[in-house]
């Protein structure tokens, strides 16, 4: 009877030594205008303690709720800026980084380049994730139609499916425990902007002519 105890308090303990923290996966990003790109973010923390990762692999897309027009979409090649970040959680220990691949690959699911599909794993041993925040990916967006609204609720979204996955340091799946998407913010001048910009450009060109060709009035 007393090993039987024994035997189940022991089990209990193993339990929960190996339990693992849960992951929050979140999602940020800058605005886009039809002169500069924007750039999404994406990060993991846990939501207590730490927990050792090997690798992971990451789905994105963006998606346009009620206009299937293409409009924002990824930039291709990628520029994996996420590399020399220090806050990068496989900085200075990427497997992709050491051998000179790319993150991912770009590709159209409901229009051309509106999903990304990548990950990453350690070249020296696990990382370690903790409660604050750390780097995944660093990716650029861009206007693909000039004709593009202001505001437009273009949303960048994780694919929670088998493109995400996380590999603790025992390569077993971590846990998911929370997932916060986000929307692009989409800066298009007003063509009330445009027209009081235009015209004031306009008046000075007028001036500067016209100082030019009286000029050398006065010299005389």
Same mark, same amino acid.
């Given at each position: ?8 308090? =022991?089990?209990?303990?193993?339990? @929960? ?14 605005? +886009?205008?039809?002169?500069? *790109? %924007? ?9 207590? %303690?730490? =927990? ?11 998606? @346009? ?9 990824? +930039? ?28 991912? +690959? ?5 229009? !051309?380049? #509106?999903?990304?599909?990548?990950? #990453? %794993?350690? @070249? &020296? ?9 750390? $780097? $995944?990916? =660093?990716?650029?967006? @861009?206007?693909? *139609?000039?004709?593009? /609204? ?5 949303? &960048?979204?994780? =694919?929670? #499916? ?5 590999? *603790?340091?025992?390569?077993? #799946? !971590?846990?998911?425990? !929370? +997932?916060? *998407? !986000? ?17 004031? $450009? ?5 001036? /500067? /002519? ?11």
């Amino acid at each position: 009877m007393f090993l039987r105890f024994l035997a189940s308090v =022991l089990a209990l303990t193993i339990a @929960a030594s190996t339990s693992q923290a849960g992951l929050i996966l979140s999602v940020t990003s800058t605005p +886009v205008s039809l002169t500069s *790109n %924007g750039q999404v973010a994406v990060y993991a923390q846990t939501d207590s %303690g730490t =927990l050792n990762l090997a690798a992971f692999s990451l789905g994105l897309q963006i998606t @346009a709720p009620g206009n299937p027009s293409p409009q924002v979409a990824f +930039v291709t090649p990628l520029t994996d800026a996420q590399y020399s970040d220090p806050n990068y959680v496989f900085a200075g220990n990427s497997i992709n980084e050491a051998f000179g691949f790319e993150s991912g +690959v770009v590709f159209g699911t409901n229009y !051309a380049n #509106d999903t990304y599909i990548g990950g #990453d %794993g350690f @070249a &020296i041993a696990p990382a370690t994730i903790g409660t604050t925040p750390q $780097l $995944l990916l =660093l990716i650029d967006v @861009a206007i693909t *139609n000039p004709s593009i /609204r202001q505001n437009e609720p273009f949303a &960048i979204s994780i =694919l929670q #499916d088998g493109s995400t996955q996380f590999l *603790n340091g025992d390569f077993v #799946d !971590a846990t998911i425990s !929370a +997932v916060n *998407n !986000a929307s692009i913010a989409v800066v298009i001048p007003e063509p009330a902007t445009v027209f009081v910009v235009g015209s004031a $450009l306009g008046v000075s060109l007028w001036r /500067r /002519r016209r100082c030019g060709a009286i000029s050398p009035a006065f010299g005389k």
